[in-house]
């Protein structure tokens, strides 16, 4: 009897050190067979990593294990099997780190004074500086100028998401003496390009947790971090299917409005310009979003974003051949609430766009792109971008 007691507590003290050890803080990646996945999948409610060797990954927060241990869900854990890919060239390879992109937004405005000017629009909880990139001729100066945005990384773990808007900079700049069709589109607009808008997330994710998604705000109770992209002020909290009010859960939507500096940068950005189409890059899925995200019911702009939407599939597709699907974010994915888009359309009556960038699916890699992808998903998602762009310069005049 004293012996079987004491290996149930040896059971015990295992499951409770995997359960504080395995991840920092409080999310647990675990593996299970595709029967129990299915037993549990209720739409866009579990998080899945990836499948591998047959089985799939999942990230879970602490309050999801104890469920699934009420439930007798047969599932391990898993934290160790799944290790970034290694890479020769730092931290987190041919992706920019925080320090990274910050030198290099710095040398794009050294090498192109005349149409690249950096500003720092806010500072991030770690006090990291949130960077913009303003391109257009006349930089210095605010002209009447058709204004578009661009932003990345709202997610730490999706680091091709600052890629994506980082090389459309670069390609702008680059190419505005020799190519003409550059230099008409920069010289009539003025494009505002924020790469990471989640610093301290995406450093989080490089130094101490893949997977993170959120920010960094303490939460103050063991729990961290806000999801960023449920924290606008259009239609906040509507319910508590597209946000949480749960600080440990992946989509804590903060403690109000606008609580996060992060959302806050953008907001003032958006407060003192006059955009005319934003765009949200995000992974993983390959598809385009548009609003509405917090309802199934179309937004007053529908015909013009599914016009928009599918011509920048269009023009993905022309490229290499991959297909974006595109529809509504609340009924083509699932709903949302508080997210970036849905207050763009929603306090500006503008077209705004989330474009899930690849791979397709979790089997995939899912939030993991090898470096040799950045470029080609780039150079495909190129057109699209420039399209919006001469879209928001013609109806500008
Ligand atoms: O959930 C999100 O914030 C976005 N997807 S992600 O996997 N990158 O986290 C999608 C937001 C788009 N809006 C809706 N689907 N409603
Ligand atoms: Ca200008
Ligand atoms: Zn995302």
Known sequence: MRKFLTIIIIVCVINLINLFAQAPEDFYIIRMDESTLRSLITKGKVDILMKKNGKYYLLVDRTEVRRFLRKGLRFEFAENELLPPVSKHGLNGAYHSYSELERDLIDL?????????????????????????????????????????????????????????????????????????????????????????????????????????????????????????????????????????????????????????????????????????????????????YPWGYKKEPSPLNDLLEELSSKMSELIYQVKGNLYEFGQGGSFLYLTNGDATDWFLGTFNIPAFTIELPPVDFISGGFFNSEEDIIPIFEENLPAALYLIEWAIITNN
């Open 109 to 289: 405005e050294k090498s192109y004074p005349e149409i690249a000017k950096v500003f720092d629009i806010g500072d991030s909880w770690e006090n990291r500086n949130i960077y913009a990139i303003k391109i257009s001729d006349n930089v210095e100066y605010d002209e009447d100028e058709a204004e578009v945005f661009f932003v990345g990384c709202h997610h730490a773990r999706e680091w091709i998401s600052v890629e994506i808007p980082y090389l459309l900079a670069h390609y702008l700049l680059l190419n505005y003496t020799q190519d003409s069709k550059i230099k008409w589109i920069v010289d009539n607009s003025e494009i505002w390009i924020v790469p990471m808008l989640n610093p301290d997330g995406l450093e989080y994710s490089i130094t101490t947790f893949r997977y993170w998604r959120k920010n960094r705000r303490d939460n103050g109770n063991g729990s961290y971090g806000v999801d960023l992209n449920r924290n606008y002020g259009y239609m906040w909290g509507y319910d508590n299917i597209g946000s949480s009010p749960n600080t440990f859960s992946q989509t804590y939507r903060g403690p109000y409005p606008f609580s996060e500096p992060e959302t806050q940068a953008i907001k003032n950005l958006f407060e003192q310009k006059n955009f005319k189409v934003a765009v949200s890059y995000h992974s993983y899925s390959q598809i385009i979003l």
